[in-house]
């Protein structure tokens, strides 16, 4: 009976725990603006509802994120990429880089775009930013390439925290073809 009763006291323990977690996550997730990006798609807001969206910068959990500017380039293989440029503050307490802290995504008419390894030489492309360490309140460039599925359709690149419990999400659209 006694270890029956120790373990129900630590079940309800560690779900209060729990429950304090979640409930100090979501209202984190109140300082965040709620504006949704003119270039999010009807379809798009009835599939995240509750997601906020932020066009360009915004804030996710404990990090400042930019999406500044882009640029075409090609592979070593002489396939088109796309050459994102992050801005990236860390304002948490611990020093984390930019690859461990959050999840980047490009999509294409609404297909993933794989990130590319290698680029060539010519596009001045450096990837070390995205997996330094900095410390609190250090910002950092960071650059990710990205495989293009073609050359005339916009890119829509989405940022979110990597570990989170709420849908907070910084967007932009590139445009590739004039």
């Known amino acids: 009976m006694k270890n029956t009763l120790r373990i129900i006291l630590t079940v309800l323990i560690v779900s209060l725990f729990t429950l304090m977690a979640v409930a100090s996550n979501s209202s984190d997730s109140?300082?965040?603006?709620?504006s949704s990006s003119s270039s999010t798609s009807s379809a798009e807001k009835a599939e995240k509802p509750?997601?906020?969206v932020e066009e360009g910068t915004g804030v996710l959990g404990n990090y400042k994120?930019?999406?500044?500017?882009?640029?075409?380039?090609?592979?070593i293989e002489g396939k088109p990429v796309i050459i994102?440029?992050?801005g990236f503050t860390n304002n948490g307490e611990n020093a984390?880089?930019?690859?461990v802290a959050l999840n980047?995504?490009?999509?294409?008419?609404?297909?993933g775009l794989n990130k590319a390894i290698f680029v060539d030489d010519s596009a001045k492309y450096s990837s070390d930013?995205?997996?330094k360490d900095i410390r609190t309140g250090v910002a950092l460039d960071v650059e990710v390439a990205y495989e293009l599925n073609d050359t005339e359709s916009?890119?829509?690149v989405e940022v979110t925290e990597f570990i989170s419990f709420n849908k907070n999400t910084v967007t932009k659209v590139f445009q590739i073809s004039d």
């Open 50 to 52: 509750d997601a906020p």
């Open 154 to 156: 916009d890119v829509e």
């Open 65 to 75: 994120v930019e999406i500044k500017s882009s640029r075409l380039a090609e592979d």
């Open 129 to 131: 930013n995205q997996s």
């Open 84 to 86: 994102v440029t992050y």
């Open 96 to 99: 984390t880089s930019f690859m």
């Open 104 to 111: 980047d995504e490009a999509y294409q008419n609404g297909v």
């Open 30 to 34: 109140t300082n965040t603006s709620t």
